[in-house]
């Protein structure tokens, strides 16, 4: 029990925390922690102290630190890491995650006040990115992350960001071909009013000039801008796979073919207009649906779970070795909260090690020296020292990405909506097409030909190729406002077509990490080590979990003990008969109404009945959403774990439906299995374990609590507080679906409307310059006014 | 009304400057963080002395 009570709720001055525990002071003001309190002696010293005039309580709680940044120290390490050095200075890119506030922007902006060794710092807000460009000569790359440390902004380093610097690079043009297309654009619009209008007979003579003025304009916008649908349209033809490129390709150049020899011959204006008007909007749409999270990866693998470096015993001396360089037969040691690199051998120390995210087991394990230790475990308590027995990339759990689920291409997967139809949308146009041409040709070659051309002009599939598009980007942003964050614009059609919904337990729908243990009953300090002593013996979690609650307490000599599975341990401890287990094994006669959700252990000592500790696993709030979802999905729990929690979820799960002591790959084979029964599958996981089943499922949710931290590589990623929203969620993605389904029906119409003209071969310029933007508008307000509606009804926004 | 060459030429050249400039920034890098120096600016840069908030 807590000494004596805090008169007043106070709050840490630096992060806002309420001071519960700990009361730290300095010049007046309240701290909840050190880590808290050093920061503000930092910034004070140097007359930073605006940091907190700009918001209140702008710092990030420091409890949770001590992270050892020796690593850096390693020339080869900092060489991978460093954007740029020569012999003066250094540019180093970090990511921050605690970047958050204003005030996070002007104090990491002036790192050189702190530093003056540091030329200058810059921050990217959205991207959460710090560059800092310093004096190499009178700071390290050590000392600068120290630096940041120490004002409470740790970067993360990991061993993917190393990676994934020399991978990146390729950059898009997009947006320089949008300006050319929009620029184009609207010079031809300009160019072509007077021909609308209708030109007098002394300006006839323009006629030619801007008819040259805008095949000019159109040749980059041909040439350049539309380059991708172009290649793409021949590649799939290659292929023989049919796509919306297609008539997308057919439409620009004949657009364009018939501006040229209309302009060329003097006999019309040409669609230059109608040819750059396309083209523009469906760049836009491309670049609409390209929502990019900054602060997000979805591509996350082990290697950014794992630390970039490892401390190295040689000859009783530390040494800190970049991971890719470990070899077998080093001796590594792991401090507290560190994390165990490569499968290795215990030498040295206590270890107890929490498995949780790579296994589902929600108790730490101890092991005993000569044990075997599985990579990616995290070690609690004292420093320990192991021998690797493994490289890092042929452990236990990294042996799992090379599953071919990891190397299978994305792209085949989701299968769009606009996908399936314009497969057949493109075998019609071209019928109608041919067959118009056909129709006109015995009467007259050239109107044969001019319907021909108009047909696919007029049935190009503006409207259709940006459906989706609006749609599905306005849906994205509604769920980003809703804390669940979609890798792509796909994703939301493949979450209307989920039918079957594999959950994983320890972290998923509990909070890692989150047993609550609490004991009924008085029990004296003997009693105490006797029960300590029993539960000792065993290796069930629910004993371990008792061992850890009466951690301190000594052991007694047994002298006899038995375990009865599913029951309990009787034993026979200094002269004393100790029964603990459950209910009906310690206490005989009627038994006391159960407290739903959580476990009961009951004691007695001597037959003397003297309490019961409850052991309940904290759900997420959200739990009861899953079940809401059983009805029209069929829901599965996947977990790691051990059993002992069946009768708490049954009230979720359907007890045939629950899965206990899967390993990685069980995982995964089961997905499998369901999906080669014709099933769509979703899995919601958040750990290593969870990493095959969630790359192999039709559609994987990495459920994270922080979306900073690490997460899986997944399809999406959800933040826990809304899991409860889980359900709306589904529905408001199969509304997203019917709203492409209406924006179809709408350019379907238009192109109907048009092709009527066009088919008589006697479609004017004018009618296509009205006809295309005005179904682009049309579509365009549509669904961004139909998918705000449904978000709406389903209370998301 | 020959002027109307004119015009156009004038009108097409001063659209491709600002075409021009858009590359520029873009290639500088102008467009790649387009939100931090919004709060940037309402940093003051001794705020003390005003006693804000």
Redesign the interface.
Known sequence: MKQGEIKEQTRCYHCGNDCIDERVELDEKVFCCNGCREVYAVLSATGL??YY??NDHPGVSREKTGKRFDYLRESSIVKDLVDYSDDQSTIVTFYIPNIHC?SC??LL?QLNKLNPAIYYSR?????KQIVIRFDNRQASLYDVVVLLDHVGYEPLISLQDVIKKQTTGRKDKL??KI??AG?CF??VM??SFPEYFGLSG??EA?KT?FGW?NLAFCLPVVLYSATDYFRSAWTNLKNKVLNIDLPLALGIAVLFGRTAVEVIAHIGPGFADTCCGLVFFLLVGKFVQRKTYYHLSFERDYRSFFPVAVQVMEEHMERSVPLSDIRVGQRILIRNNEIIPADSILLKGDAKIDFSFVTGESVPVSKVLGEVVYAGGRQTGEAIELEVMKPVSQSYLTSLWNNEAFARTQDNRMQTFSGTVSKYFTIVLLAIAFGSFFFWLPFDFHRALSAFTAVLIIACPCALALSTPFTMSAALSILDKNLFYLKNTDVVEQMARIDTIVLDKTGTITIAGGNTIALSGNLSAYEKRLVYSACGNSAHPLSRLICQYLEGARKLNTTAYFELPGRGITAEIDGNSVNVGNERFVKPGPQVNKNAGSTEVHMAINDKYLGYFSISQRYRPGIGAVKDLSPNYNTFLLSGDHGHERAALSEIFDPDFMFFEKSPQDKLDFVKKLQSLGRKVMMIGDGLNDAGALKQSDLGIAITDDVNNFSPGSDAILDGRSLSKLPVFFKFSRDAVRVIYSSFLISLTYNMLGLSYAVSGRLSPLVAAILMPLSTVTIISFTSIAIRLAAKRRSLL | ?SI??FL?GC??LL??IF?AA??WA?RHGQ??????PS??I??DE???SEQ??
């Open positions: 102290c605006n005039s700009f204003s922007i002007w902006e921050i990217d807000f959205l991207r947006v320089r300006a050319v620029f609207g010079n300009l160019l002394q300006e323009f000039f003025l | 009304m109307i060459y156009i009108s097409v659209a491709l075409l858009f590359f873009q467009h790649d963080d387009l939100y931090t709060v940037r309402l940093l001794e705020p003390e804000k908030k």
